[in-house]
């Protein structure tokens, strides 16, 4: 199988590190920083950082040939688990609502600093 670097226009790591990478059907992102698209700012709320990174992942599994319906897991690295969890649920719902189909979450708290509330990786299956 061949692999194959994905990068997209919102945001681009700093190291020689893809946005994420395919293998076959098996689709694994680097860290996804909260950055505003298209720069390296950070908003102040965790709710647009939130925001930020699903629009990263968006256009990660696009540019991948993959949809939302491919996530299989998403881990969520955050300052404060409570906080962060209470913010995901909404947007997690809006993308996935079913509530019988779907991906894994697991958040960790870790110890941040500035202003980088959250961040986070993925797993894609592509089975189409």
């Known amino acids: 199988m061949t692999r194959r670097s994905i990068e997209i226009d919102s945001f ?5 590190i893809p946005c994420a990478t395919r293998i076959g059907p098996l689709i694994e992102s680097s860290i ?3 950055f505003n698209p298209g720069g390296r700012e950070l908003p102040d709320t965790i709710e647009l950082q939130i925001d930020n990174l699903f629009v990263h992942m ?7 040939g993959a949809g939302w319906e491919d996530m299989a897991k998403i881990t969520f690295f955050v300052q404060d688990a409570a906080e962060s969890r209470a913010a995901l649920n909404g ?3 809006e993308k996935f609502p079913d ?6 979450r697991h958040t960790l708290e870790i110890p941040t600093s500035g202003k980088s509330k959250i961040s986070s990786v993925f797993t894609a299956y592509v089975d189409h």
């Not at 681009?12 to 020689?16: G, L, R, S, T, W």
């Not at 968006?58 to 991948?64: D, F, I, V």
């Not at 509530?99 to 894994?104: E, I, T």
């Open 99 to 104: 509530p019988h189909s779907r991906p894994s």
């Open 58 to 64: 968006g256009k990660m599994l696009e540019k991948a």
């Open 12 to 16: 681009a790591h700093a190291n020689p």
């Open 32 to 34: 996804i920083p909260p």
């Open 91 to 93: 947007p997690w719902e």
